[in-house]
């Protein structure tokens, strides 16, 4: 239990060790002729906030001559191009007196510099951001840069403008507000459970502002690297991190879906009567889960995995069942091996990146930036202890992602933690945790390392297929509900990572879709499974038999729940399998053989798992017992708050089974950009362009 | 060309195929909620209502007659070869493949869904004028789920809406056989779920199969998606116009235009006179072009009329038979690799098509009627989907003999296990009583094929089946009693410490972990206020 102190620490050392092979910002000694410098109004360094005027977006700075002589300004250019996009189109820059892109700056005398955006009226682009480049006399200088930022308004103003930031920040507003009454000897008083509650309510429908503001059919060749409501503001300049969040077609069905599941979670949390510190420990799981989706600084990213890490293992061993802490110490040990290997491979990524520009044109040696990640050859890199460094990064990387996902044999921390954790934590670790190890291989393994992707993808696919294979048999044999639920997992991470290894659009749109449908078949199951264990404290099937006959809400909600984890067509779990099999199958045709008999055995699995609990009768000894002698010796059905909790989980189980677009269309333009970057020659690739 | 592509220009874009099934889903609902609430309330669930059953018949009723009416339209058709298609959500396109609920009406599944309707719905008027029983709201539910099954499956056009036919007539199928033996149900069930993979593994093989060829480890694409613009009279002389009944969801834009004309499906948008590029851009995506499918057409004076037809790999058979048709030269040798997965992935479904259509363990069910309706609609199912798949052997003329007997074979047997159910018989060998519809020779045929099933299929499934529990048996074996070691001495070792680590410094663990993040946390806010200004 010294790795949860230890863990806190993660966060300092990684800053130490980035800080370490990071050189302070370029400060180049003075030499002769004119100097530049840059200088946005009111904030000086930048970035430069594009304000509405002209027909657009309008913004200025200047560029300054601090030097004893006339300073030649050669050139200003937006960074960027046809082949790497970065700003949206409709840009354009030019000095404010009408001159071309060059002009000279006489000594102490400053030029204005005129940037736009004139978007067209229905425009999809909500943001621009991007550099002016400026390339001066100034030879020590180099080529400078100013940062911009244009923000269209939304309709729920500065929230709208700010809401990844508010949706990270929320949870964390329960954590402040569990330690001030604390503070006041009043954290398990019930208004500190109707409070978390009410900002996890208010959290979702966020999300869910944030989802309906989606662009769908946005990708990388318009601008922003592909992603929008981005807020980048600089963190640490000495580390080049920076607040940088941003949403793409693969995260925003998932953030609203960990929004939904960490919704669940409180409400259950209210019903199991949790206190103040509990509150607090599921609040910085959910902060964490939401950082780690929205980020795309590997510091920010860290950071928010550290903090699920730490929160699992304080909610699993402070409120578990009788081998709690054997449960929370397996966890810990997971997280910190985990924790060590992304730590390593973004120290090590970082390390090989080139100069960059931060957000306001600062220029840095290194960058920790995930789309600037991408645009480095780490294949150039020195060898990392004989191998070659993108090989000894991306390893890493997969052992955290294996780590968290579970992948067989790294899985064993998942049952014992389901099984002995609180049954609320158990719905977010079950239903929204392992999906981030699939997402952070999307999001780090392919978005910023695609050379290391081409060379695992077929390690990943086949680990996942042969996983899937081992979690379905063992899920044969189980006997408790929460087990079942942790070997299912395991499954679906299988074919999640088949479907990413397989490199093609429609696998990783699969793999992306499997978390997102997990998310509901795990909160339905688990949700069934916690109220059980509220209920005759067992979710045994051996034991309960088909106790939950008496319960028939809680009886179908269980069905659905059965039904997306198994895949069933028709519910929301079956487009992960059909995807992800027909992108792997033109990859990995043997393993898509293997991973269908995963499937039939999977099958297996489910039916006999819901023969046991959903089929026959009751243990009439169930009838004189004491857990429901109170209620007639009838298992009572679903409360209200389950109800509210569950019931729409059901629902949009239903709905996306046959109306998939909410979820794929944001997912087919961002799977189809990262598969072109990664494997730009790959089958399905060259078949969209008929080659 | 022209007459590959017929069935396309044919296809007359529908907005009200849905309501052949939808009804059925409401009364499913309604009879659901129903059983729920009565059973919470503590009354006997699935009793007989008077509502329950006016919407149980009215939900049959309806699409009954939403059957019935779309067959009259089809009769009225100009053509015969003309047929109503649907694509339920709007279409979306995910890397090549097109994702959505896509349902046809031909005259083929107009005459079964008939058949369907009509049978299903003699049946409820016969449960309507019974007595009232006991669990009678099951049985209206069972109705509606068989009918709703029978329905998809019976207009689906391609895997997607297949998939999702034969899971709920699978469904009411387990449902039926499980009504008092859970475990009847869920050999059901597990029969089906081998169907529903056979089903998709074939259509995936021939997804690719259809795009190139694996040479070694490497996929080679050979035939990537075309575009076509087949000529017909102008809906308007003096007008030209085009129509796209394909690729739900692509945007259509003419010559240089920013905004698409039109997104597909349409029929008969109005272009103007002359030479145009027409751009498809399949999917929804940002805006670029390349990948686009672009094709010239030019109207005359006089006016015309221009059916897009997009071709190319799909998880269609019908779309797959048509490209087939028009795009490539028919195969001189027997086992080029296309023929050979044609052969294949028929061979799979007539194996997926008979786990589904023959019926199984349906006969210890309290309600025979529902169950002879299951059994018979049910029984077509494969059979269709074999039908349909029959445009492919155009690349496997040696299947031309296998996929009939195939198609006679289940038709047999299901039939024959279903008359035997309806005959109260428990075993095959009622089918030999059942001489009124099946006549000696093809009775013996399904018997003979019955007790193959019995003695050769059922007991390699056996055996598989027993094979796996036994494999899981060991592998859940070696992860408990192998795997979890390591993991469990690092776990005991590290609460050993921790509780040392809590008698040392007097604090829990939560206590100091609390404290380092709150440290951590002022730090670094500290450090990036502070390294900011």
Known sequence: ?691 | MLDHVGAVQHVVVSGTLWLLVVPLLLGLGFHALSYIRRARSGRLPGAHTVVGRLVGLGSIGLVTGAALGHMLVLLRAPTLGRAYWQAIPSGIRVGGADVCVVLVLDWVSAALCAFACVLVFAVAVWSAVRPPSEGESKVWASLELTLAGALVSFLADGLIAALIGWSIAIAAGAWLAGWKEPRAGVAVAGRGAAALLTLAFGAFWLFWASAGTWDGREFSVRQGPGLFALPSPPAAAGSGFITLTHAPGAAVYVDEARVPIATAPFVDVPIPRGFHTVRVHVGRASGEQEGDLVVDVNVPDQGESFDLAVSGPSLSPRDLGLAWSSERARPSAPWTPDAVAVTVVLCIWVVGAWLVSVPQGVFETSVPLATVAHGMTTALVGPLWLLRASDLLVLAPRMKLVLPGAVAAILIVAMGVVWAAAAGRRDGRAIVTASVIFERVPTRLGLLLVRFERWVLDAVIRVAAAAIRVAAWITGRFDTRVLSKPGEAFAASAVWLGRCVESLVGMSIGTIAWAIVGLAAAVVAAHGFWSNR
């Open chain 1, 1 to 691: 239990m010294i790795t949860p102190a230890l863990r806190g620490l993660w966060i300092g050392l990684v800053v130490a060790l980035v800080a370490v092979s990071a050189s302070p910002a370029v400060a180049g000694a003075p030499g002769r002729g004119g100097r530049i410098a840059l200088s946005a109004p009111g904030a000086g360094r930048g970035p430069l906030e594009l304000r509405p005027g002209a027909g657009g977006w309008v913004g200025e700075f200047a560029i300054g001559n601090v030097g004893a002589e006339p300073l030649t300004v050669s050139r200003i250019a937006l960074q960027g191009d046809a082949d790497d996009v970065r700003s949206p189109s409709r840009l354009s820059v030019r000095f404010a007196d009408g001159a071309a892109t060059s002009a000279i700056v006489a000594p102490g005398a400053s030029k204005s510099v005129v940037v736009s955006w004139t978007p067209d009226k229905s425009a999809r682009m909500q943001q621009a951001f991007g550099h002016v480049v400026v390339t001066s006399s100034d030879e020590d200088s180099g080529e400078v840069a100013m940062g911009f930022r244009a923000q269209m308004p939304t309709s729920l103003g500065w929230v709208g403008a700010h809401v990844l930031s508010l949706l990270v920040a929320g949870p964390l507003l329960i954590v402040l507000i569990v330690a001030a009454a604390n503070a006041l000897r009043r954290a398990d008083d019930p208004w500190v459970g109707h409070v978390s509650t009410g900002v996890a309510a208010i959290e979702f429908l966020l999300a869910a502002w944030a989802y309906r503001h989606f662009g769908v059919d946005i990708g990388r060749a318009d601008g922003n690297e592909g992603f929008q409501l981005v807020e980048r503001a600089v963190w640490i300049r000495s580390i080049a991190s920076e607040w940088y969040v941003g949403v793409d077609g693969t995260s925003i069905a998932l953030l609203l879906m960990t929004a939904s599941v960490a919704f669940v979670a409180f409400l259950v949390a209210g019903a199991e009567r949790r206190g103040g510190a509990y509150l607090a420990a599921l609040a910085l799981l959910c902060a964490g889960m939401v950082g780690v989706i929205v980020a795309l600084d590997l510091l920010v990213l860290f950071a928010a995995w550290e903090a699920v890490w730490l929160a699992l293992v304080l909610l699993v061993g402070g409120w578990g069942g009788a081998r709690a802490q054997i449960a929370a110490a397996k966890v810990a040990v997971a997280g910190v091996v985990g924790s060590l290997a992304l730590l390593l491979a973004f120290t090590a990524l970082s390390h090989a990146s080139g100069p960059t520009f931060l957000v306001d044109g600062s220029l840095v040696p290194h960058t920790l930036a995930v789309p600037e990640l991408s645009r480095t050859a780490f294949v150039a890199s020195p060898p990392l202890l004989g191998m070659p460094l993108v090989e000894v990064a991306w390893a890493l990387l997969f052992l955290a992602v294996a780590i968290v996902s579970p992948v067989v044999p790294f899985h064993r921390w998942l049952p014992d933690a389901l099984e002995q954790g609180p049954g609320s934590a158990g719905i977010v670790l079950g239903g929204a945790v392992v999906g981030l190890g699939p997402y952070l291989l999307v999001r780090v393994g392919l978005g910023a390392v695609p050379e290391g992707a081409r060379w695992a993808g077929g390690a990943v696919a086949t680990l996942g297929a042969l996983s899937a294979v081992w979690a379905s048999l063992c899920a044969m044999v189980q006997q408790d509900l929460r087990r079942f639920v942790a070997y299912t997992t395991v499954a679906t991470s299988g074919v999640a990572l088949y479907g990413v290894g397989a490199l093609t659009p429609v696998g990783i749109a699969g793999g992306m879709v499997a978390l997102v449908a997990h998310g509901l078949s795990a909160v339905l199951v688990l949700g069934c499974a916690a109220a059980l264990e509220e209920r005759v404290n067992t979710c045994d099937v051996g034991r309960l038999g088909a106790l939950i006959v008496d319960a028939p809400t809680l009886r179908v909600l269980a069905a659905v729940g059965l039904g997306v984890s198994l895949g069933a067509p028709g519910l929301a779990g079956s487009w992960s399998i059909v995807l992800a099999l027909l992108g792997g199958f033109v990859r990995y045709p043997v393993l898509a053989v293997i991973l269908t008999f995963s499937l039939l055995a999977s099958a297996a699995a489910h039916l006999r798992m819901g023969r046991l609990l959903l089929m026959g009768r009751a243990d009439p000894s169930w009838r004189q017992s004491a857990q429901l002698a109170p209620f007639g010796g009838r298992l009572p059905d679903a409360a209200p708050h389950e109800l509210l909790a569950l019931v729409p989980m059901a629902a949009a189980a239903f709905v996306l089974g046959v109306w998939p677009s909410p979820i794929l269309a944001s997912m087919a333009v961002s799977a189809r950009d990262c598969s072109v970057v990664v494997d730009p020659d790959g089958p399905d690739a060259r078949l969209l362009r008929g080659d």
